[in-house]
């Protein structure tokens, strides 16, 4: 039987809304703060299914390098990519060039 991640995703969608306009964060980084390190691909998953949720910005979640893996959960041609660059985010090939500057990592930001 397939287990119920509702309440991870919940999770994750409230981590995910907390990210600053023209910032970025990783998969990783989320699963990080959630206390569950290892499950960035869950995180993953989160990001996928968060089309629902039109007040989550799923498009400011990139992979640890910075390279717009979900870009194919948007549905149209870039949407990722526009959006990113629409709030100051620099992104060529798929992959933000600017990533030190605009990374957020919400367990430095969010002291526990």
Sequence with gaps: MAK???NFFNNVYDVARLIP???VTSYGAIAHYLGTK???RIVG???NASGIHEDVPAHR???RAGILTGKHHFG???PMQERLEAEGV???NDK???LKEVYWDPTEELAL
């Design 4 to 6: 119920d991640h509702t």
């Design 21 to 23: 306009y023209g910032r």
């Design 38 to 40: 290892g499950s960035a």
């Design 45 to 47: 998953w989160a990001m």
């Design 90 to 92: 620099i992104v060529v």
């Design 76 to 78: 149209t041609i870039n």
């Design 61 to 63: 979640v990139v992979n």
């Design 96 to 98: 933000i060039q600017n």
